[in-house]
């Protein structure tokens, strides 16, 4: 099957991203998830890098089903820890994934350090008529010591983003989305299909 010019897959299955990001796209464009492409199997994400991972998950889908699409992959970066966990945020204490133990194992492994610094990034590859684009946005903050707040998702408990007194968990929704890595990212790759 070839889809039409103006379908754009986002190589997904967190309907929450896709909900969020449906919003933001130009009109002309209709968003469709993998499973709406007929893309039922599971994406892999097997490089070390988010660059990497984005673009292996947007090529799969462009080279197997002709379909305008983009990727994205997001992790925290900590200066003190040598970036990690970076590439690996999502299971970062190892299977079953877990927010509450990944959080636990950087507040362990950052207990005597000082030098708290950390950024989020989120790395997004959009291709369109099999042209690679990338887009990154990056938030940057520090590591606090005990967690705070109960809103958002992952390492936002203990992410205080620069400039602000409370973390990531405990500002808004909306207020986070103003500032966060993915909707930088985002709002660079919806420039770009506007122009
Ligand atoms: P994903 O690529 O968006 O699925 O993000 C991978 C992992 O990075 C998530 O499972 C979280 O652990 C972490 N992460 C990414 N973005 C955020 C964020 O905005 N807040 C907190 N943790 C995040």
């Known amino acids: 099957m070839t889809f039409s010019d103006q379908i754009l897959c986002f190589a997904t299955r967190n309907q929450g991203k896709i909900k969020e990001i449906g919003a933001l796209l130009p009109p002309h464009l209709v968003l469709k998830s993998l499973d709406e492409i007929g893309c039922f199997e599971e994406l ?24 305008n699409c983009f990727a994205d992959d997001s992790g925290l970066f900590i200066d003190a820890l040598a970036g990690r966990p970076g590439v690996h945020s999502a299971y970062y204490a190892g299977e079953p994934r877990s927010y509450e133990r990944n ?25 369109i008529a099999g042209n ?9 903050g520090k590591i606090i010591h005990t967690p705070q707040g109960s809103n958002g998702f992952g390492y936002d408990p203990i992410f205080l983003p ?26 660079q790759m919806k420039n770009f299909l506007h122009s």
């Open 162 to 187: 620069k400039g602000y007194t409370q973390t990531l968990a405990e500002i808004s929704p909306a207020e986070k989305n103003k500032i966060s890595h993915r909707s930088l990212a985002f709002s």
């Open 103 to 127: 959080v636990a194992l950087v507040l362990e492994e950052m207990k005597n350090e000082t030098h708290r610094n950390a950024h989020f990034k989120t790395v997004i590859t959009c291709i």
């Open 44 to 67: 892999e994400e097997t490089t070390d890098t988010l660059e990497g991972n984005s673009l292996q998950k947007a090529a799969y889908v462009w080279e197997k089903y002709q379909c």
């Open 132 to 140: 690679v684009h990338q887009f990154t946005g990056i938030l940057e």
